[in-house]
């Protein structure tokens, strides 16, 4: 059971409520909406990468699942389970994701991007190397966005944890993804 | 010195050359705009949180300066001082946060949001320890805010740190509004 009751909707703001009722039905939005006027600009935040980024969406998913993995949250990692499916990663990159890197699994790019993800979870600053090769490989938009989805994760993953978000009993359809863009532009 | 070149915000398209308009002139702002329009989704979220929080602005404050201060985010920690100075704390309580939890200067209410802010910057889950005693005093809607405040500032660390940004010369800073601000 979460660690707070996850807030009644109709004693939302009008903002939060109306954007809720649009999104999937996910136990972090519904708790999320209780968050207060932050409830739309993190979503505006991860529509922003998710639907209108600039990185590669499988890099991407590989990324998002690896710091699931080193903060030890079930909740993210199941969600982005099945968007990484979704989107058609095959099971033997998504495992891939759990063990040691470099992996043959991934390209030069996945590669460079899960290191920097690696050293930015453990060590705040990135190591000068470890950045450069990143950005190599992404450019500067690219790694600025990279540098900030691992943080958004950071984020979700202590949000998650300490809130006890629960898994879902049952799994929405699809990867969310869409319905996501679509409330974000009928309700900012 | 700053990893990648600062965008010139002259550039900018779309939401982010709306964002920069209202934009104080500081250095992570001009950093972020090779981001795009992510600038803009992360200036609001990091607004609701300064401006439209209901939590207290000490403790806010508190929260964010010891997350720079445990992740050593230099440019974080010039900040959210010079905030915290300017909503009318100490100095000996500025300085408290350094030392951690048990310092004198503080009451019982921020030596909780110390605690709570230490273990989830660590251990990502609160313990049950260091989570019951706030849910008590805070009300549910406070204690979200206060948690995505220590994991954006969990963030922007991560941002400042890794591209290196600059604290800005005397002078340069612009001026942050802020309410509660008595300087």
Redesign the interface.
Known sequence: MARLPYPDPATLPDANRNLLKTLPALNIFRMLAGSGPSFVPFMSLINAYLNEGVLDAHLRELVILRVGHLCGSAYELHQHLRVSRTLGLPENRIEATAGRLPSAEFTGAENAALALADDLVAHVKADKDIFEKARAHLGDSGVQELVIVVGVYLLVCRYLETLEIEIEEKDIEGSGLEEIKRSMSANV | MA??PYFDPANAEGRAKEAYKKLPPLNIFR??G?????L???I??G???LV???LDPVLREIAIVRVGVL???KYEVFQHERISRQIGMSDEKIKAIHEGPDAKAFNEMERLVMRFTDD?VAN???SDAT?NPL?EKLS??E???L??T???Y??????L????VDIEEKGKEGKVNLPGMKS
């Open positions: 990893r990648i950093m972020m090779h981001s795009g329009d992510m803009d989704s992360f609001k979220l607004n609701s949180i439209y929080s209901k992740r050593k985010a989830i990502t889950r609160a989570f849910k549910h809607r204690l979200q805010e948690v995505v220590i994991g954006y969990t963030m922007a660390s991560c941002f740190e890794t591209f290196d």
